[in-house]
C-alpha cells in the first residue's frame, strides 16, 4: 500500500525558513518524480514544486522559484521542501504527491495518483 | 503558462441526479487532464487520467471526455459520498495547473 507522511509544517514568522518532509512508503521511491501541491485556506490547489526520480532535474512555481528548494533522498525514501522567505501568502496546507506515469496508445501521461494527508503552514507575526 | 476555468463554480443536485462539470484549457492539451475529488480536510483523490480514462477503484459512474480545450466529467447518477469539490487539472505542460474548482453541494 502506497503511504505518503508529511510533517514539518508550523506556524512561522515572516521572512522565516522551514523545511517539510514527506515519507514514502510501499512503492519503488527512487522509480517516480515527485511533487509538493499546496491549498490555502478556503482556496484551489496550486502546484508548487516537483522532482524528477533520480533528483536531477527540478521544477518550480514561478511563486516560490528562488525561495523554495525541493530535493530527495533515495536511500531514505524522503521527499523534502525547504522553504525560505517564507510570505503570508505561503500559508497553506502542502501536500505531497506522486506522480503516476502511463502510456495511453502511443503517449506517456502524467497524473498524480497518490498524495499525502496534508501539514499545515501558517506565515504570521 | 496553461489557463484552466470550470464551470460551474457551486452546483446544486440532488441524490441520482446526472451531473456535468466543465473545464477548459486556454489552449489546446490533447488529452492531457485529469480530474480531481476532494473533501473537506482530506487530500484530493485521483478519479480520470488522461481525460477519459478512470483510475483504479473509482466507481463506473464517473466518467470524463474531451480532447484540444474542452473537457467535461459527468456524474451519471449521484451518490451521497459524491459531494465534494472536483478539479480539473492539465499535464501538458509545466507548471501542471489545476482549475478553480466546482463544489458539488445537495440540493
Known amino acids: 500500500e502506497v503511504q505518503l507522511l508529511e510533517s514539518g509544517g508550523g506556524l512561522v514568522q515572516p521572512g522565516g525558513s522551514l523545511r517539510l518532509s514527506c515519507a514514502a512508503s510501499?512503492?519503488?521511491?527512487?522509480?517516480?518524480?515527485m511533487s509538493w501541491v499546496r491549498q490555502a485556506p478556503g482556496k484551489g490547489l496550486e502546484w508548487v514544486s516537483a522532482?524528477?526520480?533520480?533528483?536531477?532535474?527540478?521544477y518550480y512555481a514561478d511563486s516560490v522559484k528562488g525561495r523554495f528548494t525541493i530535493s530527495r533522498d533515495n536511500s531514505k525514501n524522503t521527499l523534502y521542501l525547504q522553504m525560505n522567505s517564507l510570505r503570508a501568502e505561503d500559508t497553506a496546507v502542502y501536500y505531497c504527491?506522486?506522480?503516476?506515469?502511463?502510456?495511453?496508445?502511443?503517449?506517456?501521461?502524467?497524473?498524480?495518483?497518490?498524495w499525502g494527508q496534508g501539514t499545515l503552514v501558517t506565515v504570521s507575526s | 503558462d496553461i489557463q484552466m476555468t470550470q464551470s460551474p463554480s457551486s452546483l446544486s443536485a440532488s441524490v441520482g441526479d446526472r451531473v456535468t462539470i466543465t473545464c477548459r484549457a486556454s489552449?489546446?492539451?490533447?488529452?492531457?487532464l485529469n480530474w480531481y475529488q476532494q473533501k473537506p480536510g482530506k487530500a484530493p483523490k485521483l478519479l480520470i487520467y488522461?481525460?477519459?480514462s478512470l483510475q483504479s477503484g473509482v466507481p463506473s459512474r464517473f466518467s470524463g471526455s474531451g480532447s484540444g480545450t474542452d473537457f467535461t466529467l459527468t456524474i451519471s447518477s449521484l451518490q451521497p459520498e459524491d459531494f465534494a469539490t472536483y478539479y480539473c487539472?492539465?499535464?501538458?505542460?509545466?507548471?501542471?495547473?489545476f482549475g478553480q474548482g466546482t463544489k458539488l453541494e445537495i440540493k
Open positions: 488522461a481525460a477519459s
Open positions: 487539472q492539465q499535464s501538458y505542460s509545466t507548471p501542471p495547473g
Open positions: 489552449q489546446s492539451i490533447s488529452s492531457y
Open positions: 522532482i524528477s526520480g533520480s533528483g536531477g532535474s527540478t
Open positions: 504527491a506522486k506522480d503516476g506515469i502511463v502510456l495511453v496508445v502511443y503517449a506517456w501521461y502524467n497524473y498524480f495518483d497518490y
Open positions: 510501499g512503492f519503488t521511491f527512487s522509480s517516480y518524480a
